[in-house]
């Protein structure tokens, strides 16, 4: 079993910072495809970013790319996301995946094995 727990939401203002952290237990991590969704009140889950240790391989939504920064530490067993010029529309519940012994991108809520709990992200005008 791959349990997965995230933590650093919270609040902040528009056009803010904030670096979300995904936690992931096993002893494979760095095999792992690691991926951030998120889902906001009303609306369907969605892809944010992924991350792929080996190959190394990044991939971000459009509506976060160049705002967002995925990474992994492999030592640590976590992945981040770096989220910077954030903007209201980025208010939701943000969820860490990961499909294990993976090397396929995947960019779709079902191709995911394992989720966390979820952390609240809420940008204010």
């Known amino acids: 079993q791959v349990q997965l727990v995230e933590s650093g939401g919270g609040l902040v203002q528009a056009g803010g910072s904030l670096r979300l952290s995904c936690v992931a237990s096993?002893?494979?991590?760095?095999?792992?495809?690691m991926a951030w969704f998120r889902q906001a009140p009303g609306k369907e889950r969605e892809f944010v970013a992924v991350?792929?240790?080996?190959?190394?391989?990044?991939r971000y939504a459009d509506s976060v790319k160049g705002r967002f920064t995925i990474s992994r530490d492999n030592a640590k067993s976590t992945v981040y996301l770096q989220m910077n010029s954030l903007k209201p529309e980025d208010t939701a519940d943000y969820y860490c995946?990961?499909?294990?012994?993976?090397?396929?991108?995947?960019?779709?809520?079902?191709?995911?094995?394992?989720w966390g709990q979820g952390t609240q992200v809420t940008v204010s005008s």
């Open positions: 096993g002893r494979a991590f760095s095999s792992y495809v």
């Open positions: 991350a792929r240790g080996t190959p190394a391989y990044t």
């Open positions: 995946a990961a499909i294990r012994m993976g090397s396929i991108i995947v960019t779709t809520p079902r191709g995911y094995d394992y």
